[in-house]
């Protein structure tokens, strides 16, 4: 299965010419990264990989993916407010992940305090496969929702026009004119705005909090951008410079190399590893601050795999929309199997199942970024030396999803150019804003569709696995 005929992949003669003006027409439009030899200069960079040509993705199942996005939105709102339910959900989880319960110790310092601000804004991705099951038919099961810094809806934002031009040279005039015009960024940035807005301080900047090596800022700038066009002034700070430079007033209002800042948006902090002793202490002033958090914490928390697996049981969606069975419908139909592997008899029975068939399924730590999730025989090397302990609470089990292979070419620098089968993720950008108890904005704001190489089990297009892509609706 592809969006372009064999005849087309098979063309040893126009691929090589159509990967030439691909690679191209990437440079032109924006589609740009640092190179990974110097991620912290724009001296020289090189294109994104992206696919040479768009992957086809069933209409229905596209639509059922964006239809659903505004109610992911409310349910993570919800989530955020339910400290019963957060405290329940991750209570096996906090005794023995040093991260999550780090951030969780925040959490309850914070809430411990008392709410300093009353202004919500959340961005973020619901990512789903599209399972391809043994009668044959096509359903969306998402594997994950990101409720922080959900990547690549600026960069994303100009590969439309990328696969519309390779196509158009390629004589595919009719697919050319399938490809969906996408602007994730600029609903982002629209959410910001209103969220700045709110905060009622003209002066007031936004902050991205970023990652010390920024391989990937172009996809950040298109957001900037966005926002400065709007008259709202972003400035860039790392952790280390928030913890060496950054106060709070009398009022809670945070401050920076003389800067009030209304917005934090966190593009770092989801991995252990973006935090020092000092990291943390910034991240606690932060979330104690006035300014709007981008995601706050226990919007954070809200995005755990474990809460994500709580969620899958019964009568906990209802919890969250009792009045909207027609939400809880939608939602759950999107779930793939998840599983408890917390002590006690329903853990016990996910070991055993897990053991006895593991290329059915894939075990899943409290980690975000890509290639962290274990697979196949590796299943069972985990879970043997921990089933006995409390350690294995530190995962949950999911259904592995099947979806069907697409034949595609995947171009990333210095990579030689071959055909190779295909397996796509899909993903929907999510924004929201509250205040008080009333939603201000609510949108799904575009979509995300990355492609890798099936011979990979894990892995996103910063961790270099996967490659951006577009859905070519059939």
């Known amino acids: 299965m592809a969006s372009v005929p064999e005849h087309v992949l098979m063309n040893e003669a126009l691929i090589e010419d159509l990967q030439k003006v691909a690679k191209d027409t990437a440079l032109l439009h924006g589609v740009l990264m640092r190179t990974k030899e110097t991620p912290n200069s724009s001296e020289v960079v090189s294109y994104a990989p992206f696919t040479l040509f768009p992957s086809p993705v069933p209409r229905s199942l596209f639509e059922q993916a964006r239809q659903v996005q505004t109610h992911f939105n409310l349910l993570v709102d919800r989530i955020s407010q339910d400290a019963e339910f957060l405290e329940q959900a991750l209570a096996s989880t906090i005794k023995v992940d040093d991260f999550t319960a780090r951030l ?15 202004i919500v804004l959340g961005l973020n991705r619901s ?9 044959g038919n096509t359903s969306l099961k998402q594997i994950e929702i990101n409720t922080i810094a959900a990547s690549f809806g600026g960069i994303t934002s100009r590969t439309p026009d990328v696969h519309r031009h390779i196509l158009k040279v390629a004589g595919r005039v009719e697919e050319q004119k399938k490809i969906l015009d996408n602007n994730p960024a600029a609903g982002f940035a629209e959410a910001i705005a209103k969220a700045w807005e709110l905060y009622s301080s003209e002066r007031a900047v936004v902050m991205f909090l970023v990652e010390d090596v920024q391989q990937n800022i172009y996809d950040h700038r298109f957001v900037e951008n966005e926002l400065w066009s ?42 252990p590893q973006n935090y020092t002793e000092q990291g943390w202490e910034a991240r606690l002033m932060m979330e104690r601050s006035r300014a709007v958090k981008c995601p706050d914490i226990s919007t954070h928390l809200a995005g755990t795999k474990k809460v994500q697996q709580e969620l899958s049981q019964p009568g906990v969606l209802e919890r969250f929309f009792p009045d909207d069975p027609k939400a809880v419908a939608q939602i759950r139909a999107t779930f793939a199997g998840l599983y408890s592997l917390d002590m006690g008899e329903e853990g016990d029975r996910t070991v055993a199942m897990a053991i006895a068939n593991p290329d059915h399924f894939v075990l899943k730590p409290q ?59 899909l993903g929907m ?42 859905p070519l609706l059939i």
């Open 104 to 118: 969780f110790n925040i959490y309850r310092q914070v809430i411990q305090e008392g709410c300093s601000q009353p």
């Open 127 to 135: 990512d789903y496969m599209l399972d391809l099951g043994k009668d």
């Open 230 to 271: 709007r008259n709202i002034a972003v400035i860039r700070r790392r952790f280390d410079d928030v913890s060496k430079r950054a106060s709070l007033d009398q009022n809670k209002r945070l401050f920076i190399d003389g800067k009030e800042v209304a917005i934090v948006y966190f593009r770092n902090g989801y991995m």
């Open 367 to 425: 980690r975000e970024g890509g290639g962290n999730n274990i697979y196949g025989e590796d299943i069972c090397q985990v879970l043997d030396s921990v089933k006995e302990n409390l350690e294995r609470s530190a995962y949950i089990l999911m259904d592995k999803i099947r979806p069907q292979p697409v034949r595609n070419y995947l171009l990333r620098s210095g990579s030689p150019l071959k055909l190779s089968t295909c397996l796509s993720e």
């Open 429 to 470: 950008f999510g924004a929201y804003v509250r205040q008080g108890k009333g939603m201000v904005l609510n949108e799904c704001t575009g979509h995300l569709l990355r492609t890798k190489s099936a011979e990979h089990s894990d892995g996103g297009v910063a961790a270099g696995v996967a490659v951006l892509d577009n």
